[in-house]
């Protein structure tokens, strides 16, 4: 007889504390945080929906985040994006089911993270460009380009205040791949919705 044992390392929904329901205006800056989370992970790590999908059976959430079509649409609902098409509101078990998703994909690509954060901080010493990097300079570059194209002011954002973003996310990441990544995170977004 065997019996399935969820791994420890796994976080549960429920391992995400809620002291009081989100407003709809929290939601909405929880929504675009974690949208910017994600695009993060898919400039550095040029991970897609199949990744973020992945995810979500690993972690057992299927039944909040079941296909593509069910992902782009918790994606659109960030306030930051472009459109209206497809936009739903995002309730508080499909955003911690995305914190839960955020950080299983960080902590899987991990070592990448700690690279770029290392070699951010070697061209901070030396007072270089992360540009002057090619690991930073590919992920800066996917990041701005993707932000551009998919936030409703994407292109009135200058190219420095991307950068600066790009720069705090991927230190952010290294953050939400340890194994305490999803509560450090949500507790971050319920303070940011504050």
Not at 15 to 34: F, M, R, V
Not at 104 to 126: G, M
């Amino acid at each position: 007889m065997s019996t399935t044992i969820k791994s420890p390392a796994i976080a549960s929904i429920e391992s995400l504390p809620l002291a009081c329901q989100p407003d709809p205006t929290q939601l909405d800056n929880i929504k675009a945080q974690l949208d910017l989370v994600l695009l993060a992970l898919e400039a550095l790590a040029k991970i897609g929906s199949e990744a973020m999908l992945q995810a979500a059976i690993d972690l057992n959430l299927e039944s909040l985040v079941a296909d593509r079509v069910a992902l782009w649409r918790l994606r659109q609902s960030s306030p930051l994006r472009k459109g209206q098409g497809g936009r739903k509101k995002l309730d508080v078990e499909e955003a911690r089911a995305l914190v839960l998703i955020s950080c299983h994909l960080a902590k899987q690509h991990q070592e990448l993270i700690r690279r770029a954060v290392a070699l951010l901080e070697q061209l901070a010493e030396q007072n270089r460009e992360p540009h002057q990097s090619a690991l930073l300079g590919d992920y800066l570059d996917a990041f701005n380009n993707t932000y551009q194209e998919r936030m409703e002011e994407g292109s009135n954002v200058s190219p420095e205040v991307l950068t600066h973003l790009a720069l705090k996310l991927l230190i952010d990441l290294l953050f939400y791949s340890a194994a305490n990544g999803p509560r450090r995170l949500w507790l971050a977004l319920m303070d940011r919705a504050k």
